[in-house]
């Protein structure tokens, strides 16, 4: 051995500091595999069960729902936010028996309200915003949803609601699985306000938040204001 292999030899990796590490570190990002799926199955069956026990609400009661909610909401962004005119609101198409809140994003637009409708125009990709008034020709788009058509204004919203499947205090939200809210939640700068409209019944202990997963600031049911985000 020469006298120059006593200084540090250059190796292809560095040295293993796993005992230098705090202890109490933790990366919030890690998912478990085996816990991912685990997860997954079990939104897969909530969705079912809150799906079908939505289905089975009488047209009738459907409706009924729809009027609460709709009226919590017009009393809740009062409250919140006073006046809207000039603001961008973005609302939902009614689908799959969700609740229906037209009627209050006619009032808003009324109201002086950029109303808005969410859209998919990209596969995997953030919802595009368009806007909308109750004299707007829809076309059908992804999944069949009406939409507004593509000439359609494309804005960004300051306020959104997002309907959900289920819901937590912690204002968490079981949607549809595509992950299309979420995404498009992580992609906007700065984020809208979010409202999750949902049924009382639909309440969760938990939906095992996920990294991905982003809380909302309000939940709105039919009883109204249930959860903020904590």
């Known amino acids: 051995m020469s006298d120059s292999d006593d200084t540090p030899g250059r190796y292809a990796s560095p040295p293993c500091m796993a005992a230098e590490v705090d202890p109490t570190y933790f990366d919030p990002d890690y998912v478990d595999p085996e816990q991912a799926r685990d997860v997954a199955r079990w939104r897969k069956a909530e969705r079912q069960r809150l799906r079908s026990e939505r289905d089975a609400i009488s047209v009738a009661d459907r409706a009924a729902l729809g009027e609460a909610i709709g009226a919590h909401l017009l009393g809740f962004l009062a409250d919140r936010f006073g006046s809207l005119e000039g603001r961008v609101f973005s609302g939902y198409w009614p689908i799959k028996g969700e609740p ?83 995404r498009t939640l992580a992609a906007l700068s700065p984020r809208p306000f979010t409202i999750g409209i949902g049924l009382q019944s639909a309440r969760l202990a938990t939906i095992y938040p996920q990294p991905h997963d982003i809380a909302l600031d309000v939940i709105l049911t039919e009883d109204g204001l249930q959860a903020t985000r904590v």
């Open 100 to 182: 229906d809140l037209r009627p209050a994003l006619t009032a808003l637009h009324r109201a002086g309200a950029h109303v808005a409708l969410p859209l998919v125009e990209v596969k995997a990709a953030p919802l595009v915003f368009r806007r909308w008034t109750p004299e707007t020709k829809m076309v059908r788009g992804d999944w069949n949803i009406p939409v507004p058509p593509p000439e359609a204004e494309a804005v960004m919203p300051e306020i959104s609601l997002a309907p959900v499947m289920g819901w937590t205090e912690g204002a968490y939200r079981l949607g549809y699985g595509g992950g299309y809210f979420d």
